[in-house]
T-cell receptor
């Protein structure tokens, strides 16, 4: 079945450091890929998405590129802030008609210290 | 304001009791979802509903039940048959199942069963 593997956390960075959170997936065909963010005590919010190979999703300074050849969708940000402290989830939705269910990774907790 | 409401935020129950978690949305969304979140486990889909009076089992439906009598409401009942009910429960909705990546999440209910 489909699966998403994220780097294990927690990840602790100093403010203004560069962030990479690795995400790889296993799925047939061309799934759509997403990053969600969960701030403390809240539900998830869609951060960015990519629906086909080589697409780059971006939002709030975060970027991720859909790499079909390496089945990856790594999340990056050039300069993190304390307010970016949250749990980040990589997710996929299979291709094909009727494939609406999302598969989530286990999440990576990011802590940014001043 | 449009959004998803989950109540209560914290819920405590004794083992052997059924408990119902509320989820209401005023976004006029067709599809609704229930997830369970455990530490280090990511999100797992319990049930989803694509339209009123219809719902489907997700990956971990055993010990849970749902109803969808109204478009805006999708309550989840955690029954005494659920072996490990203590968890954080998240409700979500999307405008149509094909837009499942654009899921809007509620703030969650943390259920503790002792």
């Amino acid at each position: 079945g489909d699966s998403v593997t994220q780097m294990e956390g927690p990840v602790t960075l100093s403010e203004e450091a560069f962030l990479t959170i690795n995400c790889t997936y296993t799925a047939t065909g061309y799934p759509s890929l997403f990053w969600y963010v969960q701030y403390p005590g809240e539900g998830l919010q869609l951060l960015l998405k990519a629906t086909k190979a080589d697409d780059k999703g971006s939002n709030k300074g975060f970027e991720a590129t859909y790499r079909k050849e390496t089945t990856s969708f790594h999340l990056e940000k050039g300069s993190v802030q304390v307010s970016d402290s949250a749990v980040y989830f990589c997710a996929l939705r299979p291709s094909g008609a009727g494939s609406y269910q999302l598969t989530f990774g286990k999440g990576t907790k990011l802590s940014v210290i001043p | 304001d449009g959004g998803i409401t989950q109540s209560p935020k914290y819920l405590f129950r004794k083992e052997g009791q059924n408990v119902t978690l509320s989820c209401e949305q005023n976004l006029n969304h067709d599809a609704m979802y229930w997830y369970r979140q455990d530490p280090g486990q990511g999100l797992r889909l319990i049930y989803y509903s694509q339209i009123v009076n219809d719902f489907q089992k997700g990956d971990i439906a055993e010990g849970y039940s749902v109803s969808r009598e109204k478009k805006e409401s999708f309550p989840l009942t955690v029954t005494s048959a659920q072996k490990n009910p203590t968890a954080f429960y998240l409700c979500a909705s999307s405008s149509h199942p094909r837009d499942s990546y654009e899921q809007y999440f509620g703030p969650g209910t943390r259920l503790t069963v002792t």
